[in-house]
T-cell receptor, first 111, second 115 residues
Framework: SQQGEEDPQALSIQEGENATMNCSYK?????LQWYRQNSGRGLVHLIL?????REKHSGRLRVTLDTSKKSSSLLITASRAADTASYFC???????????FGPGTRLSVLP | ETGVTQTPRHLVMGMTNKKSLKCEQH?????MYWYKQSAKKPLELMFV???????ENNSVPSRFSPECPNSSHLFLHLHTLQPEDSALYLC??????????????FGPGTRLTVL
């Protein structure tokens, strides 16, 4: 199976609520990244967390990494309808050329 | 959008046609990538070019042929495709300035339909 796997596959919340998505992986990594994709479009990089970091923030985004459990979580606080998209984690095990994406979490934020 | 452009945005072709997808990055990056995104499947990395040399070819059928004439341009030549090749083809680039923090910048994709 793939290196990164997101959980849940789909998430539906009300505007203003927090959204949490999880990612699990199997092998050692250099870093883990989260990307967002609006329907049928290209991916946009959100945040990168290195293997020696435990938590990182960017605006309304908070990412945690637990290398002992080989897992990461992405928290979006105070969600907005514009946050509706698919979110992917990607693990990098090499020199930036061994990206493996998970299947993604489809987030729907209802107004 | 992101400094990576792809043309065409939509392509419909028959199984006997030959077509090419084009990707151009205006970011001065040193690596370029082709991905395939099919419905309900994770992104599949197809090809990687680093400094214009192919460094990754993930068992992609020979009916897909990449070309990287310079660090700013990447092509994917298509011939005798199958209907199951219908997908969104995404191009990406990355700077490769740091092995720890290399991130990818994606183009908007080409939606390919093979009839």
């Amino acid at each position: 199976s793939q290196q990164g796997e997101e959980d849940p596959q789909a998430l539906s919340i009300q505007e203003g609520e927090n959204a949490t998505m999880n990612c699990s992986y199997k092998t050692s990594i250099n870093n883990l990244q989260w990307y967002r994709q609006n329907s049928g479009r290209g991916l946009v990089h959100l945040i990168l967390i290195r293997s020696n970091e435990r938590e990182k923030h960017s605006g309304r985004l908070r990412v945690t990494l637990d290398t002992s459990k080989k897992s990461s979580s992405l928290l979006i606080t105070a969600s907005r309808a514009a946050d509706t998209a698919s979110y992917f984690c990607a693990t990098d095990t090499g020199y930036g050329q061994n990206f493996v994406f998970g299947p993604g979490t489809r987030l729907s934020v209802l107004p | 959008e992101t400094g990576v452009t792809q043309t065409p945005r939509h392509l419909v072709m028959g199984m006997t046609n030959k077509k090419s997808l084009k990707c151009e990055q205006h970011l001065g990056h040193n690596a370029m990538y082709w991905y395939k995104q099919s419905a309900k499947k994770p992104l599949e990395l197809m090809f990687v070019y680093s400094l214009e040399e192919r460094v990754e070819n993930n068992s992609v059928p020979s009916r897909f042929s990449p070309e990287c004439p310079n660090s700013s341009h990447l092509f994917l030549h298509l011939h005798t495709l199958q209907p199951e090749d219908s997908a969104l083809y995404l191009c990406a680039s990355s700077p490769l300035t740091s092995v720890d923090t290399d991130t990818q910048y994606f183009g908007p994709g080409t939606r390919l339909t093979v009839l």
